[in-house]
């Protein structure tokens, strides 16, 4: 017996909320590299000494800044996304003309995702802007541009609150949704395609094929998220960050400003990082997505 389709949200979005939250824990350290790395390329001499420098500075808790906002945002953000999956797999059958409970292909999911992380980026944009400002706040300190460094996530909030009001919080919202859209394409479609292969190969559902197999699909579908959309992400993590010294310029100026005076080099400065992450911190998401659903779906079995 199916869900109720409120059942069904709500089923999607709690699934959504425990892999986002498995996503943060086993990645933050390395997503803390990438951002200090995109907004400081010429700071680091590469991936190991930025990750050595942050230890020796800041101790192990400063590879761990931002991780309150992180989760607030992985949570609110995968909830929302894999909520907004299940509603946009509905509008994708209608368009297609396909009956009620229709098994999509790979190609559809991936439009389904698509559009689905339009809505996940208007929650994803305040927290992870609070997020990548703790990240960068000790070399925005050390570097005079600020005056004093914020240490909790509060004196941040409050900050963006008191001199930039709120929209202030939606501060690179525009390169987010530019991110969000192609990138979730390949995230989904990869990831799916993988699950396709895995299924076939060992003549079984999609929903059997394992922990390891998940795993690696959404390490895949992470990999060819992050290959696709990193310059975007760098620039919004550069205009999300430098906005603490007054308003920052637009995605495209801020772009270009990026491309002629630091090269291509800097738009992919922190990839290292994000790629060793995508692993475990992908596959993690998603195998608490999977294994939260298929538990919660199975009290609907008849």
Not at 159 to 180: C, M
Request: hydrophobic share 45%; proline share 4%; glycine share 10%.
């Amino acid at each position: 017996m199916a869900p109720h389709p409120v059942v069904q949200a709500i089923i999607d979005l709690s699934a959504g909320a425990i892999g986002g939250a498995a996503c943060v824990f086993s990645g933050q350290p390395l997503d803390t590299a990438k951002v200090k790395m995109q907004t400081f390329p010429g700071l680091y001499r590469g991936f190991i000494h930025c990750f050595l420098s942050t230890y020796r500075q800041v101790g192990l808790k400063g590879l761990y800044q931002g991780t309150s906002p992180a989760l607030m945002a992985n949570i609110a953000e995968n909830s929302v996304l894999f909520m907004s999956y299940g509603f946009c797999q509905q509008v994708v059958r209608l368009t297609c003309g396909l009956e009620e409970g229709a098994v999509l292909s790979d190609l559809q999911k991936a439009c389904a995702g698509s559009v689905a992380s339009v809505f996940s980026s208007l929650v994803l944009c305040p927290t992870e802007l609070v997020k990548c400002r703790l990240q960068a706040m000790h070399e925005m300190a050390a570097s005079g541009r600020i005056t004093a460094a914020q240490n909790s996530v509060w004196s941040v909030i409050r900050s963006i609150a008191q001199n930039e009001g709120p929209t202030g919080f939606f501060q690179g919202l525009i390169p987010t949704i530019a991110r969000e859209v192609p990138g979730y394409f390949c995230f989904f479609g990869a990831y799916e395609l993988c699950r396709t292969f895995f299924s076939e190969k060992m003549q079984c559902s999609k929903d059997d094929i394992g922990v390891a197999s998940i795993v690696f699909s959404g390490g895949v579908g992470g990999a060819c998220l992050w290959l696709v959309v990193y310059p975007m992400d760098c620039v919004k993590s550069r205009i999300q960050v430098m906005s603490m010294t007054g308003r920052q310029a637009g995605f495209y100026t801020t772009f270009m400003q990026i491309f002629r005076t630091e090269g291509v080099r800097a738009l992919y400065s922190g990839l290292t990082p994000t790629m060793i992450r995508t692993f475990p911190a992908n596959g993690a998401l998603f195998l608490g997505y999977e294994a939260s659903r298929k538990m919660m779906m199975s009290q609907f079995d008849s």
